[in-house]
């Protein structure tokens, strides 16, 4: 009645600790992107009815440095620094595109017209000497490995090339059917 309409996001930092001791949580591979995407299932058919705006993750860039890299959050970890945040990430994304998949394949009497997303934080990065190629080039790699990190795959399918090149075997690839559910997952792309 007074115009105020529900953003529901299904995961911010609670992923539960059995799937975190079972599997390494969001290192769990296609385990945790079919477990998300269950969970996900169960949120819209009963809740579809009244929320129409979703986010599936929030900040995946936060959940997989800080969670994954420097340990400083959920699950804590910094064993593998130069690894799983890259693994956790991956997951990440498969698992928004697999809930995002799963709405929109379900009828539109159970989500009625809603709309999804993911929603990452933003850190804009200037150079510091604007005049400067190696700065301006410097600049825009801090920005391809915050934002373009999660949303090229969703606009293009693939990781930055920033990324691919100086990250190499370390960062995970997309199979042609993991590029195609990911590519095109999103209604909106929110920033935080």
Not at 79 to 86: F, H, S
Not at 96 to 112: N, V
Not at 154 to 161: I, N, T
Request: net charge negative; aromatic share 14%.
């Amino acid at each position: 009645e007074r115009g105020i309409e529900a953003w529901v996001t299904l995961y911010h930092w609670d992923l539960p600790q059995r799937l975190e001791d079972e599997y390494g949580g969001w290192l769990g591979g296609r385990r945790v992107v079919e477990d998300f995407g269950e969970y996900a299932r169960v949120c819209f058919e009963r809740f579809g009815d009244r929320v129409k705006r979703w986010v599936t993750v929030n900040e995946p860039w936060s959940v997989s440095v800080i969670g994954y890299s420097n340990g400083e959050h959920a699950p804590g970890r910094n064993e593998r620094p130069g690894i799983e945040p890259y693994l956790a990430a991956h997951n990440l994304l498969l698992a928004h595109a697999k809930a995002y998949r799963i709405y929109k394949s379900l009828p539109a009497s159970t989500i009625g017209g809603g709309m999804m997303g993911l929603s990452n934080c933003a850190d804009f990065r200037y150079p510091r000497d604007p005049a400067s190629d190696s700065d301006v080039t410097a600049a825009q790699r801090a920005m391809e490995f915050q934002l373009g990190w999660f949303y090229d795959p969703v606009a293009f399918g693939e990781y930055p090339a920033s990324m691919r090149d100086r990250l190499g075997k370390r960062l995970p690839r997309f199979t042609p059917e993991e590029r195609e559910m990911v590519m095109g997952s999103s209604d909106f792309l929110g920033v935080n």
